[in-house]
C-alpha cells in the first residue's frame, strides 16, 4: 500500500507560477512510475504528465508540454510538478498516481493504469 499527499496548490494569476509535491509513504518509492493527472468542474479527469520509476523519462499532455514539468527525488519520496505559464484553463483539482510494478505495458495517460491516489490539491488560475 502507497499513501500519496499532494500540497501546493492555491491561487495564481494568469501567466504566474505554482511547483505542485506529492510525498508518498509506505513503500519503496522508486519502484512506482508516477503520474499527474487533473480534474475541472463538469469534466472528466486528464492526464498531465508522468515519470518512470528512476525519472529518466517523462511524458505530458499536449495541452501542458513546454509549460509543466514534471521531476522526482526518489530519496525523499517525492513527486513534482513544476507549472509556469499557468492559464485559466489549468484550473483543477491535481491529483498525483502511482502505479505498482507490472509485468503489463505502462500506459501513463491511462488512470486506469494507476493503483494509488491522492486526495487532490486545487489549483486556481485567475484572469
Known amino acids: 500500500q502507497v499513501q500519496l499527499v499532494e500540497s501546493g496548490g492555491g491561487l495564481v494569476q494568469a501567466g504566474g507560477s505554482l511547483r505542485l509535491s506529492c510525498a508518498a509513504s509506505?513503500?519503496?518509492?522508486?519502484?512506482?512510475?508516477m503520474g499527474w493527472f487533473r480534474q475541472a468542474p463538469g469534466k472528466e479527469r486528464e492526464f498531465v504528465a508522468a515519470?518512470?520509476?528512476?525519472?529518466?523519462?517523462?511524458y505530458y499532455a499536449d495541452t501542458v508540454k513546454g509549460r509543466f514539468t514534471i521531476s522526482r527525488d526518489n530519496a525523499k519520496n517525492t513527486v513534482y510538478l513544476q507549472m509556469n505559464s499557468l492559464k485559466p484553463e489549468d484550473t483543477a483539482v491535481y491529483y498525483c498516481?502511482?502505479?505498482?510494478?507490472?509485468?503489463?505495458?505502462?500506459?501513463?495517460?491511462?488512470?486506469?493504469?494507476?493503483?494509488?491516489w491522492g486526495q487532490g490539491t486545487q489549483v486556481t488560475v485567475s484572469s
Open positions: 515519470i518512470n520509476r528512476s525519472g529518466g523519462s517523462t
Open positions: 509506505g513503500r519503496t518509492f522508486s519502484n512506482y512510475a
Open positions: 498516481a502511482a502505479r505498482n510494478p507490472r509485468p503489463t505495458a505502462w500506459v501513463y495517460g491511462l488512470g486506469s493504469n494507476y493503483d494509488y
